[in-house]
């Protein structure tokens, strides 16, 4: 196991990708601290999904955009698991509503950027003073920060651009320290997301629009997190990783 003992925190960890990554770093040995913020049944599932596979995991509540919450995350994960975070995947966020311009005022685009940057920023200054030398951070960016996003999503993709530069300022930042982040930018993978935010023929347009001719499975965004939470990728730093089975290239 690549994780064996090392300490992860996942930030929107009970549902979809954030569930999936949760439950393939318990599975490589790491005990895993699954963030949830309004749905603890998702979060048990995700804690009884990881122990019947005889992981070692636990839940903790959460706003990852309030900095007292995020400060209790990390005080219960170091209460829980000892004095050092090894792993952080910073997966919470999320898409909102489709607006057009007309159709956003400011507490709305202000509450995306919190939702999906802020709450990046917020978790990453909490964690880092716990973190040493071989620790790595792993931020969910998205395709849509590299192209702009669909109809109405300007807020979301504009917040993930934002995170992809936040990575880049902060590998060279923590470099130093030995410590990795790097990010990824999902493409079409099949998820709640898209249940709710994508039209049906919209999603197989893409899915056949990739060389692969299909969507993507939160698993296989997870596998990849693990590959960049392990030793294995020591090297590999500042990255904005595409995961769109080809759909886009950078």
């Known amino acids: 196991m690549t994780l ?3 300490v992860a925190i996942v930030t929107g960890g009970a549902r979809d990708i954030g569930r999936a990554v949760s439950i393939k770093l318990a599975q490589e040995g790491a005990r895993v601290v699954i963030n949830y913020f309004d749905n603890k049944a998702q979060a048990e ?3 009884k999904e990881i122990e019947s596979l005889g992981g070692t995991a636990m839940i903790v509540h959460g706003d990852m955009t309030k900095s007292s919450d995020v400060d209790a995350v990390v005080a219960e994960t170091l209460k ?3 004095d050092e975070i090894n792993v952080l995947v910073n997966v919470a966020g999320g898409l909102v509503a489709r607006k057009t311009i007309e159709e956003m005022d400011e507490d709305f685009f202000s509450f995306v ?4 940057m802020t709450s990046v ?3 990453t200054k909490a964690a880092v003073p ?8 792993v931020n969910f960016a998205s395709q849509a920060g590299r192209d702009g996003g669909g109809p109405g999503a300007s807020a979301y993709s504009t917040a993930k651009g934002a995170v992809m530069t936040f990575t880049r300022s902060m590998a060279k930042e923590l470099g130093p320290k030995n410590i990795r982040v790097n990010a990824l930018c999902p493409g079409m993978i099949a998820t709640t997301f898209h249940d709710t935010f994508t ?3 919209v999603r197989t347009n893409v899915a056949n629009g990739t060389p692969l001719r299909r969507e993507g499975e939160a698993v296989e965004v997870a596998n990849l997190v693990a590959c960049l939470a392990s030793s294995a990728t020591s090297f590999v730093t500042g990255t904005n ?8 290239f950078s």
């Open 113 to 116: 950027m919190k939702l999906n």
């Open 4 to 6: 064996k003992n090392k």
């Open 130 to 137: 716990h973190m040493k030398s071989g620790a790595s951070i």
């Open 121 to 123: 920023f917020l978790m």
């Open 80 to 82: 829980a698991y000892g």
């Open 199 to 201: 039209k049906d023929q």
């Open 45 to 47: 599932d995700t804690l």
């Open 241 to 248: 990783i595409d995961i769109n089975g080809g759909l886009a």
